[in-house]
């Protein structure tokens, strides 16, 4: 059976994107059969995140209507060999999707895949209820400021009311954190939330921290999940990730401001 | 602090600190996180009609409250009890 894992955040352009198609990617690197499914019906981006935008025919919503088979509409990536795409529709509204249908979409990824990925919309609206309904585990993503703060407790709220595990009285949905955008020269400062603070306050077992990272942008104009850029300290941060959710011990980093060396302490003391 | 910043004086609140309070207010009422159809306020429904089954009090004097933190969570039920002779003849 295949595990089902909602990346979600309540607010709106924290990151969720750019996490389901590194933390994907990195699954698959690491030999699990994995499908992203972008639950962004009517703003797609997935595809884009991922580079594969020019191969997407059907969608989603075309497989739930019975328009085309799933395998019509799965992607299957060229880069890593055991990764699979499935686009959410870009012209239809948020009701072209219903719990039947990607019910009979998840059962059927099951028999192939060992992670289904699912990237949620924002909001506590339909499309992101949907895209949580069948979780087994979530990732909340979550950016070191007051309203990502606030809207992530408020979805780890609905994630223990509205699911379907807790509808049907079973285990909850395992919670994780994934603290993105994390900047520690501006924690250091005082002007950032800082890690601990964000744990502390939403008491959910941390799954990550991605930095602020310059390579997050260039990967999306190149249409490459950033975690392939392995060089990278985002990649890393997102490779660290995918090993905890696989049980391995990692210790956290990018976590600290680098230690200025003598100049930057003389000159730099000031520095915006 | 490094020498830097001692010269330049005592600091202010840092930004941070201030953010991390206000979201420490928001998530330990609890009413954030809970949303809408949540079963709290039915549970509180509940235990009233079971206290006021059993003691005779004015419904005003039974307090039902949440409290939601980060390691801990509690409920608790106050409630008055009238003078002893009242209690029996409730019964
Ligand atoms: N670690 C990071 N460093 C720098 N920029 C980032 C980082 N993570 C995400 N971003 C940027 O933040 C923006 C939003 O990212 P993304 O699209 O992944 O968010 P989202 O949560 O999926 O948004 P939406 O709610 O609209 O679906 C993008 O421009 C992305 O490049
Ligand atoms: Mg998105």
């Known amino acids: 059976m295949a595990q089902v894992v909602t990346v979600t955040s309540g ?32 703003l797609r981006n997935l595809d884009l995140i991922m580079g594969v935008e020019r191969r997407v025919v059907f969608d989603i919503v075309n497989v739930i209507q ?9 992607i299957r990536d060229k880069r890593v060999e ?32 060992d992670y289904i990925i699912c990237d949620s919309p924002a909001g506590i609206e339909k499309g992101a209820l949907l895209a949580l309904y069948f979780a087994d585990s979530a990732i909340v993503v979550t950016n070191p400021e007051v309203s990502s703060v606030r809207d992530s407790d408020r979805i780890l709220g609905v994630i223990q009311s509205k699911s379907k595990r807790a509808e049907d009285n079973r285990e909850p949905v395992r919670e994780h954190l994934l603290v993105t955008r994390y900047d520690p020269i501006r924690v250091a400062k005082g002007e950032m939330l800082k890690l601990e603070d964000v744990q502390a306050i939403l008491a959910v077992p941390l799954l990550g921290v991605i930095p602020e ?34 049980g391995e011990d990692k210790p956290m980093r990018f976590v600290e401001a680098e230690k200025k060396g003598i100049f930057g302490r003389l000159f730099g003391g000031r520095a915006a | 602090m490094s020498w830097l910043n001692f010269f330049r004086g005592k600091a202010e609140p840092a930004s941070a600190d201030i953010a991390r309070d206000r979201l420490t207010m928001i998530v330990a009422t609890g009413g954030n996180r809970r949303n809408g159809d949540d079963f709290l306020p039915r549970m509180q429904k509940d235990l009233m009609e079971v206290v006021l089954r059993y003691v005779n009090v004015d419904p005003s004097k039974v307090k039902i409250s949440t409290e939601r933190g980060a390691d801990l969570s509690t409920l608790a039920i106050e409630v008055e009890l009238p003078p002893v002779k009242e209690v029996r003849r409730a019964g």
């Not at chain 1, 392939?228 to 696989?246: C, G, I, K, P």
Request: charged residues 25%; neutral net charge; aromatic residues 4%.
């Open chain 1, 11 to 42: 607010k709106g352009g924290v990151g969720k994107t750019t996490s389901s198609a590194a933390f994907s990617t990195g699954l698959a690197q690491r030999g699990k059969k994995v499908v992203v499914i972008d639950f962004d019906v009517g």
């Open chain 1, 82 to 113: 055991t990764l699979a795409i499935l686009p959410a529709s870009q012209t239809r509204d948020k009701d072209a999707l219903n719990k039947e249908g990607v019910a009979k979409i998840i059962e059927e990824l099951s028999k192939e895949f």
């Open chain 1, 213 to 246: 990272s310059e390579a997050v942008l260039k990967a999306s104009n190149a249409g490459t999940p950033v975690i392939l850029d392995a060089e990278t300290s985002a990649a890393q941060a997102y490779a660290d990730a995918v090993s905890r959710f696989l």
């Open chain 1, 66 to 74: 019975g328009e085309a088979r799933l395998n019509q509409a799965l």
